[in-house]
């Protein structure tokens, strides 16, 4: 596969020097950061991994360190620290820059390699999840309705599979298999493509259904390319930028195959891929300009319905009482938070409560609630513990994987709230119209 010309931060250390003379050390980073919150030491936050960085870069230390190594692994990438940045650093580019410099010197741990070596092959990844629902039973017990509990064993591998933790089933059917490529409307306002993400795919397929009845009520013609694989965030924010852009290049090449004017997501990471990331990481390469094309036409599903196409206004009636979670990727990279709110306060009959810090990050972190689970179970039940003081019957997010860590710290933590996603709400609303 060809390499990019342009030196970008994932293929140049010296490239990430631009941004980290622009940390002027203030420390506005530390109020915000959920691991410093629980862990409280510098190393866990923005301004000690830049220092470590600049170390680094000086040559005090070696990027294959295994201390610094644990050190550069243990962030969300939630971005919260950019928000709170006065200098505006580019916190995400020197995180994995320095994963990816990492993962260039060291290459990937065993288990990483395998998994992502799946990834970057969609039909034995489509085929190898297909036949982990098939068999999930050997690992997960039967909770209730689509719900499911790790088996004892697991916890000898991991400590936060243990009793208290729960996952929604893995779908036998995927939604890609069972929903039809093309869904013409009958009058279409527009063409969009539906970017599903792995999560709707294999775990939430009901919020698929939900996202296409949203767009049919309002006209939009609905391609759902049955080619599309992973964004590529789970496997960028591991350092692995070469499979990223592998994956980059096969969506781009699948969107290509279609005359839609938008694409639509129903996950904040996905959205930030393919909206901010991918002309980035394609920087340099023949597939710049199409990555640039295609990122300009990436809309959240709330803000393609508010901000793009004229939208037909709710008028079922839903009695809930409801708090909505900010997805980090969705409002700090995509900066997606005023429309769902917008479009819950639409439906009729729900109430809206706010917690006192919606936009705290929910400790999923793709797979750091797996590999860092102390300090996740913390910042999970200090989100639980605001969820609960709304005492809201749902809480609502734009995210599939915070619906699985809130659905899991609900359960953990206590909890009667149901998890939604806000297209989700919507579909309900307009269904209850009849
Ligand atoms: S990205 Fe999130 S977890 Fe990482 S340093 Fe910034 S605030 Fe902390
Ligand atoms: S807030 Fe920004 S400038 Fe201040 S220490 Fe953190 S990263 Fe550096």
Known sequence: MAQASVKTVFDDMETLKRELIRCMKC??????????NVEKKEASVARGKIALGEAVLKDEIDIDDETLV???????VCKSCMMACPSGVRFDRIILGLRSAIVKKKGLPFVKKALFGLLKNPELFDKGMKAFAAMQGFFLKSEGHKKRKPKGFLKTINPRLDEKFIVPELSKESFRDKVKEKIEAKDPQCTAIFFTGCSVNY???????DLIYVLQRNNTTV???KNQNCCGMPVMVHGDIESARELAKRNIDAFEKSNAQYIITVCGSCGSALKHEYPIILEGTDYEEKAKKWAEKVYDISSFLLKVIKFEKPKGKVELKVTY???CHLKKSMKVFN???QLIKMIPG???LEMKKPDACCGSGGSYHLTHSNTALKISKSKIDDIKTTEADAVCTGCPACMMELFEGLHRF??????????SLLAQSYRAEN
Do not use: Q
Not at 27 to 36: A, D, F, K, L
Not at 70 to 76: G, P, T
């Open 70 to 76: 644990k050190l550069i692994f243990n962030c969300l």
């Open 339 to 341: 429309e769902p709110r």
């Open 325 to 327: 979670h900010d997805s």
């Open 27 to 36: 420390g506005n980073c530390m109020s915000v950061c959920p691991i410093y």
């Open 203 to 209: 775990l939430y397929p009901e919020v698929g259904d």
């Open 223 to 225: 391609i759902t390319p």
């Open 350 to 352: 729900i109430t809206l």
């Open 414 to 423: 206590g909890g009667n709230c149901k998890v939604i996603h806000t297209v």
